[in-house]
């Protein structure tokens, strides 16, 4: 691939090589996750940058600052799903950088901190009540 690579083509590629493994090592639903990803990374492309797809040496950590603020405030995506989205982003492109596709992980050393909602239980004596 080499320095003119793109971050979509290099997605697209990656798919295609994930859909490979799917029944094998890799399982479908994981396969229609990873497209989600690429068509919300797509979107914000298109909206930030009006472009169809961008250089993979050009990201760097502000692109990713954006992405997250884009997928909470545009998209109305919450921070958990957000951290996994952009997980599985950087586990693409470290992929990417380890085939030596790339020679700099655009990446490497970003990290997004999900917060979560505090989350209430039912009493445990809750079942046992009668109507």
């Known amino acids: 691939m080499g320095d003119d690579c ?11 090589d994930f859909l490979k493994r799917v029944d094998k090592d890799r ?4 396969y229609e996750d990873y497209c989600l ?3 919300r990374l797509a979107a ?11 250089p993979f040496k050009e990201p760097k950590g502000d ?14 995506i919450a921070s958990g799903t957000i951290h996994a989205g952009v997980k ?3 586990l693409m ?5 380890k085939n030596g ?3 700099v992980d655009p990446f490497a050393g970003f990290h997004v901190k999900p917060t979560y909602a505090e989350r209430r239980y039912l009493p445990c004596n809750w079942s046992s009540r009668s109507s």
């Open 6 to 16: 793109r971050l979509l083509q290099t997605f697209n590629e990656y798919l295609a």
């Open 27 to 30: 399982a479908y639903f994981t």
């Open 93 to 97: 492109t470290y992929t990417v950088y």
């Open 63 to 76: 692109f990713i600052d954006k992405f997250v603020v884009y997928l909470s405030t545009v998209k109305g």
């Open 44 to 54: 914000f492309l298109e909206y930030e940058y009006h472009v169809k797809d961008i």
């Open 37 to 39: 990803r690429r068509r």
């Open 101 to 103: 596709w790339v020679s």
């Open 88 to 90: 599985k982003l950087r």
